[in-house]
């Protein structure tokens, strides 16, 4: 059964660029939907050096996405999931990330509007906007 998930975090997340890219080899700008207890992200790459083969590489900008569920523990949203293909099917193998996505959050700052998360991964704070409102209908198991 699908649960309610945290209350504060429900809606579509944006992740504003506050990086400088001229000074930047490579960021990745985060979006997230939170409905319930289900994440599903999508990544904005910027990669100014090749660190992945020429085929995949291209112009050193690319998406990725995921797909999870998550549980708010104190000041922590512990997530796990998989990294998927644009139309959500699990992705197994090709260019940039596949397999399991399982980000640790700190809750930095948490207000009506943004969030400020901390991935313990990432040296750089995820701060985002409040794009659109969801409100959490659970789904039965057999709904889904």
Avoid at 82 to 103: A, D, E, F, H, M
Wanted: proline letters at 4%; one cysteine or more.
């Amino acid at each position: 059964m699908q649960t309610e998930g945290a209350a504060f975090f429900q809606g579509v997340w944006k992740q504003e660029s506050k990086v400088d890219t001229s000074q930047t080899l490579n960021y990745t700008l985060h979006d997230f939907k939170i409905t319930c207890d289900s994440m599903y992200a999508t990544f904005h790459v910027q990669n100014k050096v090749k660190t992945i083969p020429d085929s995949c590489y291209g112009d050193g900008n690319w998406t990725e996405y995921a797909k999870a569920v998550y549980v708010q523990r104190g000041d922590s949203i512990i997530v796990e999931g998989l990294y998927t293909k644009p139309n959500g099917k699990q992705k197994i193998s090709g260019c940039y990330r596949s397999g399991p996505y399982v980000p640790r959050f700190k809750i930095a700052y948490a207000g009506k509007d943004s969030i400020v998360l901390e991935n313990r991964f990432e040296a750089r704070p995820i701060i985002l906007k409040k794009v659109a409102d969801i409100t959490c209908v659970p789904k039965k198991r057999w709904e889904m």
